[in-house]
């Protein structure tokens, strides 16, 4: 493997997409009334799949930022990035999904409260989980779309760095490295709080973010990198701080991974970038194929159908949603 520094010509594809397909098998567990496989005997395979997005986001739009720091451009890229995907979706759920699948009247479907809250979704700020009689019988009754609760981390993630960004402090990436180590360690030392969203994933985040500024010390030397985070992981978690090795470990690997040129794995985009679309269609999917056949139908053939069904709309959001929504990144100055 060596490493890429010609974009598309590296493995975060196949990450990204990888981790959102992990994201869809944990979750059909949980729909299906099961739980949820577990990974380093800590998390879901799901979270997983999630702490790699985080990570893998961090590196990438720090880097956007550092090739173009303009305010409005970052903010144009970031928005074309996720709010077509994400809009075409609660479109089709809201507007087509619903009505096919209520158990309500279509008039009290359409004059429900909850249907003009689920288009909250599109503020990116805000998440609605349920359409009006929707899944009301599912084994997971009602949420159209559990996935999406990450959305607005991520988007607060992007505010932060732009802020660091604006004022200058991403020009020292030992000061944003000293503040991530030291939010880690009020976090996992003195605040432990699982439901502390806002800090767990900032933490994969900018850890990112660090590899990133970083990078000129590291990108030769990545076997001497990789042996280290090895190290240090293993002793951290022998010290009995599993969930800072697992911080380390996964963040770091998800960069280093995704810096490199494998043959196979840096053509898994070929295609097109799938993994957000499997990301925002897959757990509408998934309830839709459970509510299609019902409670008997086997797990395996549950899980074969909605992954075939997900990629097929996630192609068709990328080629026809995200991919075009993209092109007008061609019109900022310093596309990235």
């Known amino acids: 493997m060596a490493i890429s520094t010609t974009s598309r010509l590296n493995n975060f594809d196949a990450l990204r997409i990888a981790a959102a397909f992990a994201v869809l098998l944990s979750h059909q567990y949980a729909l299906c009334g ?25 590196f990438l739009v720090s880097q956007s930022w550092r090739q173009d720091p303009h305010l409005a451009r970052f903010l144009a890229k970031r928005i074309l990035r996720i709010w077509p995907g994400l809009a075409a979706f609660t479109l089709l759920a809201a507007c087509i999904l619903g009505p096919v699948t209520t158990i309500l ?31 009301d019988n599912n084994t997971f009754p009602k949420a159209v ?27 020292v990436p030992l000061l944003v490295g000293l503040v991530t180590v030291l939010c880690g360690a009020y976090y996992f030392l003195f605040a432990p709080d699982p439901t502390n969203y806002h800090l767990y994933f900032g933490l994969f985040f900018f850890t990112g973010v660090c590899f990133d500024l970083l990078r000129p010390h590291w990108e030769t030397r990545v076997p001497m990198l990789a042996l280290l985070l090895c190290v240090l992981g293993g002793v951290l978690f022998l010290s009995g701080a599993p969930r800072v090795a697992f911080l380390l470990l996964i963040a770091g690997f998800s960069v280093v991974l995704g810096t490199r040129s494998t043959p196979i794995l840096r053509r898994f985009g070929r295609y097109g970038d799938i993994s957000y679309g499997v990301y925002v269609y897959a757990f509408g999917v998934q309830q839709t194929v459970l509510w299609a056949a019902g409670k008997a139908l086997p797990f395996l053939a549950g899980l074969l159908s909605a992954a075939i069904v997900t990629t097929l709309c ?23």
């Open 34 to 58: 099961l739980k949820e496989p577990v990974v380093f005997g800590a998390m879901s395979l799901g979270t997983l799949g999630v702490l790699v997005f985080f990570s893998i986001s961090g």
């Open 105 to 135: 009247p279509l008039r009290n479907y359409f004059l429900s409260p909850e249907f003009g809250e689920f288009f909250k979704n599109l503020s990116l700020f805000t998440i609605r989980y349920e359409l009006p009689g929707v899944f």
């Open 314 to 336: 996630a192609l068709a959001s990328w080629h026809w949603i995200e991919h075009p929504a993209l092109g007008l990144k061609a019109r900022l100055r310093g596309n990235s």
């Open 145 to 171: 779309n559990g996935s999406l609760w990450t959305i607005p981390y991520e988007v607060r993630c992007y505010l932060a760095l732009l802020l660091l960004g604006m004022l200058r402090l991403l020009k």
